[in-house]
Each structure stands twice: as C-alpha cells, then as structure tokens.
C-alpha cells in the first residue's frame, strides 16, 4: 500500500507536473501569443508611424510647395498692382492732358467765335454804313443834279435880263416887278435850299 501510495503519489506529483507543465506551457503559449500580438501591433504601429512621418514630410512638402507657390503669386500680385498703378496714373495723366489740350482748344474756338462774331458785326455795321453812305450819295447827287439844274435856270434868267427889266425893276411906284422878281428870287433861293445835304 505504501507502494500504492508511492506510486499513487508518485503519479499524482507527474500528474500535478504535467498539469503543471500543461499550465506553464499555456500560459508560456498564451505570453508568446500574447508577444506575438504586441510584436505584430508595434510593427503596425511602426508602419503607421513610417506611413504617418511619409505623409507628414509630403505634407510639409507641398507646405513648402505652396508657400513658394503662395509668395510667388504675392509676388506676382504685387508686380500686377504696381503695374495697374502705373497705368492707372499714366490713364489719369494722359486724360488730364487731353482735359487741358481740349480747354485749350475750347478757349481757341471761343475766342476764334468771338473774332468771327466780332467781324461779323463790323461787316455788318460797314455794310449798313456803305449802304446809307452809297444812299447819301446818290441823294446827294441827286441835289447835286437839281442844284445844277436851277443853276442853270438862274443863269439863264440873269443872262436874259435886259436894260428893259432893270429899269422896269427899279420903277420906283407900283413895283410890281420888283416883287416879282424878289418871288422868283425866293423860289429859286427854296429850291436851292431844299437840295442842301443833310449830314
């Protein structure tokens, strides 16, 4: 029995061992599995990682790319503002000499009117005169012409007077004849008067 017992000890210590075993190598097979899953997720996380770090330089390389691209343009932006600047004042400064060649232009033809206007009105004015000077002298040549003619008359009525008529003109009673010829005298002296130009 003692031997039963040995062996029976004997049996359950190999089993307890094997137990014990089987247990060790459970949980050695549970720490490897679980050393294989750490192992597998650190090299996940390290492909991540390499994965994310790849990522985060291209990142900053196109940050670079764009802010070469973006102080590029601000550059360009600034040459295109200085440019339409430039234009803009040369527009302003053209249009103001076009303002002040068109003021003068104004001011050429106002006073150009102005002289126009002005000639106008003297010819005008030296065309009325010509025309009442031309009618004044027509007039006056007119009077002229029966100023001449009541010469004539008055010549030709001194050239027939006759001894007869300075006598009978000097009758020194009625004097008819006297007033007669004093008449003719102031008809003659009317006429004559009636010619006179007026001025």
């Not at 009541?150 to 004849?177: C, K, M, N």
Request: hydrophobic share 40%.
């Amino acid at each position: 029995m003692r031997k039963r017992w040995i062996v029976h000890s004997i049996a359950a210590i190999a089993c307890m061992q094997v137990s014990l075993a089987y247990a060790a190598d459970s949980d050695a097979d549970k720490l490897r599995e679980a050393l294989r899953a750490a192992t597998m997720q650190t090299r996940q996380l390290e492909d991540q990682r390499a994965a994310l770090q790849a990522k985060l330089a291209d990142a900053d390389k196109e940050k670079a790319a764009a802010k070469v691209q973006i102080e590029a343009a601000k550059a360009e932006t600034r040459r295109v503002e200085k440019r339409e600047r430039e234009m803009t004042e040369e527009f302003n400064r053209r249009l103001a000499e076009r303002d002040e060649t068109l003021d003068k232009w104004k001011a050429a033809y106002e006073e150009a009117a102005s002289v126009a206007r002005d000639r106008d009105a003297a010819r005008a004015k030296f065309e009325a005169d010509a025309k009442a000077y031309k009618a004044s002298t027509d007039s006056c040549v007119a009077k002229n012409t029966q100023l001449i003619k009541h010469g004539q008359d008055l010549l030709q009525r001194y050239q027939s007077v006759t001894i007869g008529d300075t006598i009978v003109a000097r009758e020194p009673v009625l004097r008819f004849r006297r007033v007669e010829i004093q008449n003719a005298i102031q008809d003659l002296q009317d006429k004559i008067l009636d010619q006179k130009a007026a001025p």
